[in-house]
């Protein structure tokens, strides 16, 4: 029986550090992904998932005293270097690429990538950013392990000119459902890379962005009637485990497959744990994920998630202006005699913490529907308690919970695959302690790898 792409560990080479960039692939181990390799001693069958913001040669910065002086200027530079990227990725075989800052305007990179990784065995896919920005997104399936059904381009054309390639791809060969029958699992994958931050206001933005991706899944799974597959979303979200995006994912089902792998939690004291990106201010983050969402995950509706961490950045913004909570409700309500808050107000605000008014803040749309959520009783104004519910995001707790694990509840109609995450890996290796290598220079991101291997979900027949 044929198994999946999966990771394997060779006791004979020895760790990966720092010198990767420098020593060839060769000379390290890494956890390897091969085709038709097992993912464990059981011979468990596995996926396995790489995403790699490559930093586009007309963006690495040769000279930090003369920031003109581009990469994208000396062709024997960029070319060694991304012959090296593709060296490490051909090595780990993974069943799924997805890259990031691919330099989809120079016509010999794009040769070289897509000639390597169609003779290793790959279907490639590119998409330029918008307005012919130069760089894009390029994602990799190998035949061995899927079959690509369908993709589709999401261009979100709004500020930073950002897009998403979404494939909906089909096991080659059929996982083990039950005793009597196996399915050719079907997955939906995504990879992106979120606008960057450059000032606070810029949230929203970002935000913006998650929210239209979700969004295309969800109108891509009604379609298709695709309610029980799993969901992996790949990319740079130039955002951390702190931030607005990560919350509104988690609320949305999703998990990071790198937390989940080290048993990392969502609270403070983990979140700077692992790093995965050197940023061009000489900040470390980590903003580098491979997101996994399985058929059993609970998940509020995608319009109140959003709506929740719309008002989320909302009070980000007016805590940034140093208002605390009844400052910010005398701010809100303006001059407005009466102890409440009126709309005019409430967009005035808005637009004064720079979330309104702007090519990329919220819509008329958008603001006219946070409002109708915050106004409960529907009277046309805000009292006090329900401003006290958007600061303190007291929201709904309903949740639309379609499956279970397979053993949770008997009542449960029909099964499902899911995944489950094996392991994941950054490289180089000292940034899951928190260390950037100065010797490293492949990327001003590291590599994430992870593995994932399937496990059967029961599940309601109920759909999108």
Not at 148 to 165: C, I, K, P, S
Not at 193 to 216: A, E, G, K, M, T
């Amino acid at each position: 029986m044929v198994m999946l792409a999966g990771f394997h560990k060779n006791p004979d080479i020895a760790n990966v550090d720092s010198s990767e960039n420098d020593s060839g692939p060769f000379k390290g181990t890494i956890l390897r992904t091969k085709s038709g390799s097992l993912c464990s001693k059981m011979g468990e069958p596995c996926i396995s998932c790489t995403t790699f913001n490559v930093l586009a040669p007309i963006y690495k910065r040769l000279d930090q005293q003369n920031q003109s002086i581009r990469e994208s200027d000396f062709r024997a530079f960029w070319l060694a270097r991304n012959e090296r990227i593709v060296d490490w990725l051909l090595y780990e075989s993974s069943s799924i690429i997805c890259l990031q800052e691919f330099w989809v305007g120079n016509e010999e990179l794009v040769h070289m990538y897509e000639e390597r990784l169609g003779a290793a065995g790959y279907d490639t896919f590119k998409l330029g950013r918008t307005n012919n920005r130069g760089d894009g997104l390029l994602t990799a399936i190998h035949k061995d392990t899927f079959r690509v059904l369908n993709y589709r381009e999401l261009l979100f054309n709004d500020f930073g000119d950002r897009v998403a390639q979404l494939l909906h791809v089909q096991s080659v060969f059929p996982f083990e459902q039950n005793q009597n029958n196996s399915v050719e699992q079907e997955i939906l994958i995504v990879n992106t890379h979120l606008l960057f931050p450059h000032d606070s206001s810029l949230s929203i933005v970002r935000l913006h962005q998650v929210y239209q991706i979700l969004l295309y899944l969800e109108a891509y799974q009604r379609e298709y009637k695709l309610s029980q597959v799993p969901v992996i979303l790949c990319g740079d979200w130039n955002g951390s485990k702190r931030g607005h995006v990560y919350k509104f994912l988690r609320s949305q089902g999703f998990v990071s497959s790198y937390d989940i792998a080290h048993e990392y939690t969502d609270s403070d004291a983990d979140a700077h744990k692992w790093i995965s990106h050197r940023n061009h201010r000489g900040n470390i983050c980590g903003v580098d994920f491979i997101w996994l969402r399985n058929p059993n995950k609970s998940r509020k509706p995608l319009k109140i998630s959003w709506a929740e961490a719309a008002f989320g950045i909302i009070k980000y913004q007016l805590q940034k202006a140093s208002l605390a909570e009844n400052d910010a409700f005398a701010f809100l309500r303006a001059d407005n005699n009466g102890n409440h808050i009126t709309y005019s107000a409430f967009c005035d605000a808005l637009r004064q913490v720079n979330l309104t008014g702007l090519s990329h803040g919220l819509s008329f749309e958008e603001t006219k529907d946070l409002w109708v959520q915050a106004d409960i009783d529907g009277n046309g104004v805000l009292d006090y308690e329900e401003f006290k519910r958007i600061w303190n995001s007291t929201w709904s707790e309903h949740t639309d919970e379609d499956c279970g694990f397979e053993d949770s509840n008997e009542s449960m109609e029909k099964e499902a695959i899911g995944f489950a995450v094996k392991n994941a890996v950054l490289f180089p290796r000292e940034v899951e302690k928190g260390i950037w290598p100065e010797n490293y220079s492949l990327s001003d991101h590291a590599r994430l790898t992870a593995v994932f291997s399937p496990v059967r979900l029961r599940c309601s027949q109920k759909s999108l």
